[in-house]
């Protein structure tokens, strides 16, 4: 009874650092998201009227984007959440003027500049463990290169630059390195996933993220729920509300993805039946039309890139797995001076590159091409939970270990 | 919201909630050239289960299906239709769904396994240091040759050993001394068989040639005495398979002519099944028509030459023909600096190369060179192929020296 209690307070706990934080103490008001396959422009007005505010379209009055169809079903959420959902899936960005008692929408420009803060975090560990891995696997530089062509970064160099694949930062406000610290000017939200990433990262045996977490929590939602849905010619978008419409899971279809469907016309083979839940029919249908699922601003994203800055990611310290394979590669030398043999070891193989591509390759065989990136002996895999188990297995497979319980996995 | 609901609604129509019957044990299947969508259809329903085809219509599988099996487990009647319709065809039992993909494209069942790969890795760096060619020089301004690990070499030659043209396309991936597959449950079951019988003491043969001989047997003691006049190459050859009681699938690219291509097929009367299919598989390829012949699931597999997936094989050991040669090569040398004169060994002569490039061109002597894929391993020769090209093989090696063990 007692683990009963401790797991559901966990799943609360983790629902609730999932919500992003935009606290209005003065009136902590929510709002119901049901606009599956709705205009944007509808749904704003509706959006608005559930605030008692009016929309105020601006210099979008005439523009296309308003005319579109977003997907977002998330009941009970913040109005803060409502705009980052409504945004994302519109490809617009939202924003809610209390004052003036009105919701505003403006193009989806990258390059603009959002509320910002300065943080600086310290890197001395990760370095360390960069440095190590360097010093006993790291790649020796090729002979005949003059030496101002070869970059070589330094530990935090190379952190900032994992740091902005793993995270997609963008090319616009980039991060300082200096010394062992890395500073950074950006939206409060990014320094947050900045902060998160480097504490996952430096953590002995790698970790999840917050946002992975609310992932599993979802789909364990989704996984509770059966239904008798479908036949020939079942449209996608009715099988997407039938899915969600029971659940009190946030979700919505990334911008990018709402342009690949046709809501209208793409049907589906799924069907629901009583025997398999919710959550195997969004998997069938996931690689039935080729989208993904992770999560992101605290609801289930459904997208169809992996490179479109995903805050659902896993760090995995393969520390372990390269110390055997050092072993291994020095097992498969042969004599000097025969063909077919082989004079090589780890370092000359790629180091921890060895280990990615092959986690590459088989993710790509099981229909999966998600973002890797190897900081040292650390490797994010960003995607969802299916994504993400599924890059375990692979790993166990090459003689990975999951750090056992109470060991700080941090899952 | 009002666009969306009228969506729904319209969607909601054809819902149909249908009880799946209980699975059948076994079914009898009997697809006579109708198209490839009809007989998926045909085949779901007879098997209880849903038709989901995967980036597939009933416009692409419209190439006629010719499959003739009686007492066929659902598993094994998948498989056939598979190579039937030439697409990837898995049955997942557990969501009773037929699933019809296209070749090439990995599987909704596939998971990932690794294999530990040290013995036969090591093996192959003893072979090396051994019998390994000497390194050639490089040559001035030529960049060197990427050097592959004995597991990789490992990679390649299982490659080879479990290619089928019209499965998926799932890329080993080498890990150290490990290999990685993403594979169907059936998938790795070939991979795991495949190393077992390499890295057993003496090879040996696959499941699949082992069948193939029971089949052949069952041809053999057939009696075939049908009169056959302007008749269909299908209908003929489904004749005599059905004269040794035996299932017949064609693959595709021969259905396509099968189906349509009438002939008189004169024989001897009383002759066996097996004699007929042979005389038959002649009479084709004096049409321009070849065909090959192999076995799956228990059932003949028809297919144009070139174009069947066989997956027969036989492992031998080749290390005691490889000491028998380098004594021999060793026996052969003359005083250095001679005229015809033989300062090389069995290293130099190219290893198991020796044994790989002879025997390759004594299959195609005795014509079975395009019927049979040599690969070599270190110490291991493997020969995929069907029976009659692995047995000639096994005569070759044994002209050369080879001996068989007690496997």
Known sequence: MSRLFVSLASVMVVLAMATPARSEPKTERTVNCVYPGEVLASALNDFAGQLGYRFEPGDMDEAFELESMIWVHAKGVSPAAAAELISASGGVRVSIDDANRQVLVAE?????????GVRSFKTDKLCQVYTEYQKRYGTISEAGLEPDML????????LRSALEEILQLGDSAPGSAIGKRLVYTRSVEDLDRIGELLRVMESAHGGESSQLQVDRAYRGKLAKLQSNFGGEGTLVSALLWQLFKDCDVPVYVDHAQMES???????????LDNAHSHYDALLGLAREQGFFVDCKHGALRIHEDFFVGSSSFRVFDVSDVLAELEKDYADLKTDDKVHEGFHGDLRSEGG????????STQLDNAGFSPLLRAYGPRIAVVGGMDVVDRAAEILEAMGWQPAGAGEGEGK | MRNFIALAMVALLPLAVCAQDKAPKTIHIGFYGESAYDCAEKLAEQLGAKLHLHDLDEETLDAPCWLVRDEVTPQAAASLFAIAAGYQVSLDASTSTLH???????VGDARVKG???SVLSGRFVEYVNNYGAPAVAQRPNEAPEPERTAAQHLADALDEI?????????EPSVVGDRLLFTASEQGHARVREALDIL???????????????TVIERLKAAEFSAEIERTPVASVLTAICKAAALGIVLGPDLAEVAVEEHIDFPHKKGTSALAALKQLTAQMAAQDLPIDISVREGTLVADLAGRSSSRGYRVYDVTELLKKLDASYQRQRTAPGKDEGFDGDVRRAGGNRVVLDSLEELLDEVHQGEHATCICFGTRLVVRGGCDAVDAATNILKEMGWEESGN
Not at chain 2, 100 to 106: D, K, R
């Open chain 1, 151 to 158: 970059y070589r970064p330094t530990a935090t160099e190379e």
């Open chain 2, 162 to 170: 479990l290619y089928d043209p019209r499965g998926g396309d799932s």
């Open chain 2, 100 to 106: 019809v993909y296209q070749p090439g494209v990995s």
């Open chain 1, 261 to 271: 469907f046709d809501l209208e016309y793409d049907t589906t083979a799924i069907t």
């Open chain 1, 352 to 359: 921890v590159q060895v280990i990615v591509d092959a986690l």
């Open chain 1, 108 to 116: 989806d420009n990258e390059d603009a500049p959002s509320a910002t």
């Open chain 2, 115 to 117: 294999y530990d790969v």
């Open chain 2, 199 to 213: 890295v057993a003491e003496h090879g040996g043969e696959s499941e699949a040639l082992r069948v193939e001989r």
